[in-house]
């Protein structure tokens, strides 16, 4: 497909009884590249997922991996598709390695040397041959993406893969998954809710609310929107500080905090404003523009905040 794009998701949408679980959503996922698929519990993410991997039907709309149609062309939809939905299920009495043999053994072009790729790929090599009952959740979630890995797919489909991890767990899995993505050159999908691990992971990130997918940023447009968006005021007089900037620039909305004021206008009036509480009288402890996070971003999001456009770099 044109632009690198391994899978391309058009207006899908999905019922159950009178309940809307997705909504004529519609996302596209690079060669190379990580998206984030972000929502509260019961917003649409596995859903969405399952349909995408063939484990649900779509009512409406199209999928297409690397080009051919989920709908009418399964086979080779799905044989460019490596996925883990909810939890790995691996036999925990056989070894890694053995697991990982029974499951090439599904595929047509899968030999030894592939399995001790994907093996080395995602760092189990020193215990491949222990029991899988004795492995930690993390090396569980590991073997699972080893797995999905076996055949080589052009796209890889994690649903919550960090889900239960500790620290360093998490940022092994993180660490594999953006290696993976450039070595070699596969479009991960990955869904979560852990906010900060999304922004160090994903390339792009898409919200998805009540079956809606909200909003699509770049993680790059996330720092981009708020240097001009809020700035943050730390003051004696945080009210009457408040009252003098509501009078001089007419912001779009003042929130005053403990010990300061947060202002909704561009940091290019930064000056100004220290100019004109100086002028009146008001000691400035310090002053900034906010940085947004991709929290702020979440939150404004399922809540219905209006927000700006996406820029273009």
């Known amino acids: 497909m044109e632009n690198n ?9 999905k019922k159950y009884g009178n309940r809307i679980a997705v909504d004529n959503v519609s996302f596209d996922v690079f060669a190379g590249k990580i998206f984030g698929f972000l929502g509260p519990n019961g917003a649409g993410k596995t859903t969405t997922l399952k349909m995408i991997t063939g484990l649900c039907k779509l009512d ?8 051919y149609n989920i709908k009418n062309q399964f086979e080779k939809a799905i044989s460019n598709i490596g996925a883990v939905i909810e939890s790995p299920q691996m036999y925990n009495n056989f070894s890694g390695l053995d697991n990982l043999k029974y499951f090439a053994s599904l595929y047509k072009n899968v030999d030894k040397d592939r399995i001790n790729e994907v093996v ?4 189990l090599s020193d215990r491949i041959k222990d029991k899988v009952k004795t492995y930690s959740l993390g ?20 649903d919550e893969p960090t889900n239960g991890l500790d620290p360093s ?7 594999f998954l953006k290696k993976i993505a450039t070595q070699e050159g596969i479009g991960i999908l990955i869904s979560s809710h852990i906010l900060a691990e999304m922004e160090l992971m994903c390339d792009t990130i898409g919200i998805i609310n009540d079956g809606k997918l909200e909003n699509i940023r770049e993680i790059n447009q996330i720092s981009i929107l708020s240097q001009t968006e809020q ?17 001089k620039f007419k912001p779009d909305k003042i929130r005053i905090i403990k010990d300061g004021l947060t202002v909704d206008i561009s940091h290019e009036k ?19 523009a906010v940085t947004r996070t991709l929290e702020d971003l979440f939150l404004d999001t399922i809540n219905k905040k209006a927000l700006p456009p996406p820029k273009n770099n």
């Open 169 to 175: 767990g998490v940022v092994e899995i993180r660490k």
């Open 270 to 288: 930064i000056p100004d404003i220290t100019m004109a509480l100086v002028t009146n009288g008001i000691a400035i402890y310090s002053i900034s």
């Open 139 to 158: 090396m569980k979630q590991r073997l699972g993406i080893a797995q999905a890995l076996l055949h080589r797919p052009k796209v890889l489909i994690l």
């Open 5 to 13: 794009v391994v899978l391309r998701v058009k207006n899908i949408s």
């Open 120 to 123: 080395k790929i995602v760092g």
């Open 60 to 67: 409406t709309g199209n999928i297409l991996v690397c080009g």
């Open 231 to 247: 700035v943050y005021v730390k003051v004696n007089f945080p009210n009457y500080a408040g009252k003098i900037i509501q009078e």
